[in-house]
């Protein structure tokens, strides 16, 4: 089932993107398919948002049942910025536009090489951005020498980069200290 919730995560999460900020019911839905074919199929559960969680059992259910659902990256982030009250949060930076800005490539096209991924989040202070940020989804992609050397090209020139894996925890006081050393 790994390869099928890959795809259903990855649609979800592309159509809640298309409708907008604030707009969760695709990755909700899907979330409750994978729950349900989990149960039919006796796997541990899965989100849409790329979270594992233990299978039920009578010893963990009592324990997760007090608990609030997790909160996704983008709220996590999202609460950040509104109580930081100086910053705003921007969306998606397409690698192409950062080429534009700076008048120049910033990878290495070549025949058979992986693209580099765009910079999911933006985050501004007044009109100035302050900070890229790179949700990876896999290690794998992260990996890719294109997207190796936009981090290069970053640290080149003054741009300040974080990345974050969006099936690592993430805790809020993790995201918080990260995010506040890098626009401090």
Known sequence: MGFL???????AKMIDDAIGEGSHAVTDLANQAISQMDGVLGNSQHTA?????????????????????????????????ARSGEYELGGRLTVQE??????????????GRCAPENITYTIYQGQERRLLIRLWENSNVYQHAANREIRRFCEENGVKLLDFFDYMPNEEEYMSERLTQALG
């Open 98 to 111: 950062l080429e534009q800005e700076f008048g120049k490539e910033i990878y290495t096209r070549a025949t």
């Open 5 to 11: 919730d890959g795809l259903l995560k990855k649609g």
């Open 49 to 81: 948002a790329g979270e594992s969680a233990a299978p039920q059992t009578a010893g963990n259910r009592s324990a997760s049942a007090g608990r609030q659902a997790k909160k996704s990256f983008d709220q996590k982030l999202r609460e950040f910025v």
